[in-house]
């Protein structure tokens, strides 16, 4: 079965500082992945995914993320954040097995903090 | 391109009783996946139906259930309640072919008392 470690509960940044939020999984097989955000009473938005092809993938509000398969890591990256981008994080993957198997599994979240 | 609807958003429930949440996916879209979101146990999968099939079920009770209609909209009904069935209810929709992530509603936040 797979799993997904988020390294990170909580991370507090101050406004224009990088941040990375860590994501390491555990799988058998090939796996898609994926990033989502999660506003305050919010359902999750899709923030960027990989699927296959060029490592360094880039997303929405100017986040980016690396995959790195040797080290079975997906690590978010933002080189300047925003007092809006306040908000849970959460990394998930799914098995890119064939068949009829969507489901994603998801690490428990980081929550982002910026300050001003 | 209206998103994926879950209606009620909230809702206040008594142990023992029933509840049914209900999801109107994307149009066009006929995959439906219901996630629970609880503080300790982080967001785990409940189920999957495509075209009015279940095609995956996560590890929860019997308690839990759900169907999809031909119109592609989903209901996932709980009997029994308990306590530890307060939860936020995600439902998430894709389309048919692609790989793309899957579009989230902004769930219903089910309290048990």
């Known amino acids: 079965a797979q799993s997904v470690t988020q390294l990170d509960s909580q991370v507090p940044v101050f406004e224009e500082a990088p941040v990375e939020l860590r994501c390491n999984y555990s799988s058998s097989v090939s796996v898609y992945l994926f990033w989502y955000v999660q506003y305050p009473n919010q359902g999750l938005q899709l923030l960027l995914k990989?699927?296959?092809?060029?490592?360094l993938v880039k997303g929405i509000n100017g986040f980016e993320a690396e995959f790195n398969k040797s080290q079975t890591s997906f690590h978010l990256r933002k080189p300047s954040v925003h007092i809006s981008d306040t908000a849970e994080y959460f990394c998930?993957?799914?098995?890119?097995?064939?068949?009829?198997?969507?489901?994603?599994?998801f690490g428990k979240g980081t929550l982002l903090t910026v300050n001003p | 391109k209206a998103g994926v609807t879950q209606t009620p958003r909230y809702l206040i429930k008594t142990r023992g009783q029933q509840v049914t949440l209900s999801c109107s996916p994307i149009?066009?879209?006929?995959?439906v996946s219901w996630y629970q979101q609880t503080p300790g146990q982080g967001l785990q999968f409940l189920f999957e139906?495509?075209?009015?099939?279940?095609?995956n079920k996560g590890n929860f009770p019997g308690r839990f259930s759900g169907r999809q209609f031909s119109n592609s909209r989903s209901e996932m009904n709980v009997s029994t309640l308990e306590l530890g069935d307060s939860a936020l209810y995600l439902c998430?929709?894709?389309?048919?072919?692609?790989?793309?992530?899957?579009?989230f509603g902004s769930g219903t936040r089910l309290t048990v008392v």
């Open positions: 998930a993957v799914r098995l890119n097995s064939g068949g009829s198997n969507y489901k994603l599994t």
């Open positions: 149009s066009g879209h006929r995959s």
């Open positions: 998430a929709s894709r389309p048919q072919t692609g790989n793309v992530g899957y579009t």
């Open positions: 139906y495509f075209s009015e099939t279940q095609r």
């Open positions: 990989y699927l296959s092809g060029s490592t």
